[in-house]
């Protein structure tokens, strides 16, 4: 059974940098056809994807945080990572990693979802 | 760019009863379009994909359907554990979900 473990600090300064981790467990991250995508949920509010990778390395992101935003992949330890520059208050969310199939299948598998703070 | 519109935001129906819940895209997203379900503290669960498919152990009385830019998703008879917030999400191009509908007891 497929299984995603996100980790990383739950408190992050402003203008800093935001890194998770993503654990993938239960298959393997290089499975052909999948892509290892990232979404994130500020407090009481809708869902929000931020990008996605796929085990190539090959990436792409939503448009509106694309310059700060930057996913990896690391297929030996079968994880994938993000990181979020310049942070801010509107920052703080649960983030979830999830797996899907662009064009084909949606997000069918998640994580448990971290909630990252922004605060000084 | 590709908006993403659900109505209503709050749906009050009682245990029993059917829901209808109702998602518009800005423009044709085919059939690429999923339902979730989510519960607070809990990640989104995916119902509904291809419009109209129901995911893995997904009750049948849960169903969706439409095309392009008008989608339905429809729970025939209210169970306790369905009341929740729903969200439709394209995936035609770059995965946009919408606002979500609240579904909430009578």
């Known amino acids: 059974q497929l299984q995603l473990q996100e980790s990383g600090p739950g408190l992050v300064k402003p203008s800093e940098t935001l890194s998770l981790t993503c654990t993938v467990s239960g298959g393997s991250i290089s499975s052909s056809s999948y892509y290892w995508g990232w979404i994130r949920q500020p407090p009481g509010k809708g869902l929000e994807w931020i990008g996605s990778?796929?085990?190539?390395?090959?990436?792409y992101y939503n448009p509106s945080l694309k310059s700060r935003v930057t996913i990896s992949v690391d297929t030996s330890k079968n994880q994938f990572s993000l990181k979020l520059s310049s942070v801010t208050a509107a920052d703080t969310a649960v983030y979830y990693c999830a797996r899907h199939s662009p064009g084909q299948i949606p997000f069918q598998h998640w994580g448990q979802g971290t909630l990252v703070t922004v605060s000084s | 760019e590709i908006v993403m519109t659900q109505s209503p935001a709050t749906l009050s129906v009682s245990p029993g009863e059917r829901a209808t819940l109702s998602c518009r895209a800005s423009q044709s997203v085919s059939s690429n379009l999923a339902w979730y379900q989510q519960k607070p503290g809990q990640a989104p669960r995916l119902l509904i994909y291809g419009a109209s498919t129901r995911a893995t152990g997904i009750p049948a009385r849960f169903s969706g359907s439409g095309s392009g830019t008008e989608f339905t998703l429809t729970i025939s008879s209210l169970q306790s554990e369905d009341f929740a917030v729903y969200y439709c999400?394209?995936?035609?191009?770059?995965?946009?979900f919408g606002q979500g509908t609240r579904l909430e007891i009578k």
């Open positions: 999400q394209q995936y035609n191009n770059w995965p946009l």
């Open positions: 990778i796929y085990y190539s390395g090959s990436t």
